[in-house]
């Protein structure tokens, strides 16, 4: 029962992490977007991703906005 109590805490506590971390991403998209040197093509796939990323971080689904935010960070290439 322990176990099962502390599974739950840190499943609960991974979310709440992945939660507060969207915005962050989204910020650092943001900010970087308009300095960076990208095609028409990688500019557009950016702003996509950006807004899966936030419309996901909406919906509650943090894991896949952490997923979309990290592949348009990715063609940013920031960290």
Do not use: N, T, W, Y
Not at 41 to 69: D, I, P, T, Y
Request: net charge positive; hydrophobic share 50%.
């Amino acid at each position: 029962m322990k176990r099962l109590a502390l599974f739950a805490a840190l499943a609960f506590a991974s979310s709440v992490a992945f939660a507060s971390s969207c915005p962050k991403e989204m910020k650092a998209i943001d900010a970087a977007l308009p300095k960076a040197k990208l095609s028409a093509s990688q500019a557009s796939e950016v702003k996509k991703l950006r807004a899966e990323g936030e419309a996901h971080h909406k919906a509650g689904k943090h894991a896949e906005s952490m997923a979309s935010l990290s592949k348009a960070k990715a063609i940013l290439k920031i960290k």
